[in-house]
Every structure is written in C-alpha cells, then in structure tokens.
C-alpha cells in the first residue's frame, strides 16, 4: 500500500493513473482484508481524483 500511495503522490501523470487503477481494482476484492488494506490510500485517492486529472473530468 504505501508503494501505491507513494506513485499516487508522484509528479509523474501515468504513475499516478496506474497507482489509482490499481487500488481501484483492489478496493472491489472479494476479501474484505484487502478493501480494509486500501482504506490507508482513500484520502490520497480522492485528492488525486479531484484534482489535476483531466482523464476523469
């Protein structure tokens, strides 16, 4: 998780978008243990998505 923070808070833009890829695939895991593991990255998630990104605008 904190790799995936880690490239979430980067300056590199496609870094980033797979960083967020990746914890949203991880966040709709059957196991509940890894939606809990993910919740640590929720706040830089919804920064980056609110953000900068014109990808989800």
């Known amino acids: 998780m904190r790799t995936l923070v880690g490239l979430l808070t980067s300056n590199q833009a496609l870094l980033q978008l797979e960083a967020a890829r990746c914890l949203h695939e991880l ?3 059957e196991q509940s243990t890894v939606a809990e593991a993910c919740l640590p990255a929720t706040s830089y998630l919804l920064t980056y998505l609110s953000g900068h ?4 605008i």
């Open 27 to 29: 966040s709709h895991s």
């Open 53 to 56: 990104s014109s990808d989800f």
